[in-house]
């Protein structure tokens, strides 16, 4: 298959190129402009070589150098009638030349479609290949409680992001402090069971984005810094030892794909993917300053919270 590719793909780097001057000029303002340029062009200078020889012929017999103007817009006329005559005895060669042309166009656009339906096919065999690197539960975060101030009725946290590539929390922390002490999560849930990536399990990919509590509507919610500069997700990223089925930058590339539905909707339903956004349970137990607690999701969709363990 990647030989028949390949070889495609070399005889379509002539055709190509040609397919795309055919229907400019026979498809675009700009070309039917340049072909009639070239058409009167022709008929300029094949008026003028006419004048040319018949005042040639002048002076060889009277010496005369100049033709009579009559005469001129004679050989005018009548080379206009040879050219149209001409166009009109050689129209089975130019139906032949358009047929030929527009054969290469049909050609090169039958190899563009058997191109793009292969690459298609790795694509979506590659995406399969990612969600199945993702298909188990992970850390999100650790939200530390650093205040509760009964007073404002706020809630101060640290939240640590877990990094998958590290194997270990982030340095960096984000700290946040929202009015109210429960704390709800407003998460990004992909739906793979009717796209053409889905796996054949029921596999939902859960990213919680947003905070918000009972004095915050989910709209004037905290965003949660759980992407990275490229817009991945800490807990997609992978160590390349632990990536199987792909390399790391195809890994990486396709992952990029996954992670745009998270913030172009649009893009996710043309996908066939089922996205949608939902609200998580809060915090169970009473909040407490010093309290940890970790943040988990699961592939079929789930978020849930833990209390963090020593060991």
């Not at 495609?8 to 039917?32: H, S």
């Not at 990275?228 to 089925?245: K, T, W």
């Not at 913030?263 to 915090?283: C, I, L, Q």
């Not at 010093?290 to 833990?306: A, P, R, S, Y």
């Amino acid at each position: 298959m990647n030989d028949s590719q390949e070889l495609l793909k070399q005889i379509n780097w002539f055709l190509d190129p040609v397919a795309d001057f055919i229907l400019f000029l026979f498809t675009t303002r700009t070309g039917y402009i340049l072909l009639l340029i070239f058409l009167i062009l022709y008929l300029i200078f094949t008026v003028m070589n006419a004048v040319r020889v018949r005042r040639l012929a002048h002076e060889a017999i009277s010496r005369n150098l100049k033709t009579p103007f009559p005469e001129k817009i004679y050989i005018t006329i009548s080379e206009f009638v040879k050219a149209f005559m001409g166009i009109i005895s050689k129209l089975p060669v130019l139906l032949a030349v358009f047929l030929i042309l527009f054969g290469i166009v049909g050609l090169s656009t039958a190899f563009n479609t058997i191109d793009d339906f292969i690459e298609n096919e790795k694509r979506i065999k590659e995406l399969k290949t990612v969600v199945k690197n993702l298909d188990k539960s992970y850390i999100v975060a650790k939200f530390e409680i650093t205040d509760v101030n009964y007073v404002n009725d706020t809630t101060s946290l640290n939240i640590y992001y877990y990094d998958y590539a590290l194997d270990d929390y982030l340095p960096d922390y984000q700290s946040v402090s929202i009015k109210g002490k429960d704390i709800y999560f407003l998460n990004y849930v992909m739906n793979f069971d009717y796209s053409e990536i889905e796996t054949g399990r029921k596999i939902n990919l859960v990213l919680p984005y947003k905070i918000f509590s009972e004095k915050v509507s989910k709209d004037d919610g905290i965003m949660l810094q759980t992407t990275d500069s490229s817009g991945i997700p800490y807990i997609f990223r992978r160590d390349n030892d632990e990536i199987y089925g792909l390399d790391s930058l195809t890994y990486y590339s396709r992952l990029e794909e996954i992670a745009e539905f998270m913030t172009n909707p649009e893009k996710a339903r043309k996908e066939g993917v089922r996205s949608f956004y939902a609200a998580a349970p809060h915090f169970i137990n009473r909040i407490q300053k010093g309290q940890k607690i970790v943040v988990w999701v699961e592939q079929t969709g789930g978020l849930v919270l833990k209390k963090e363990r020593m060991f």
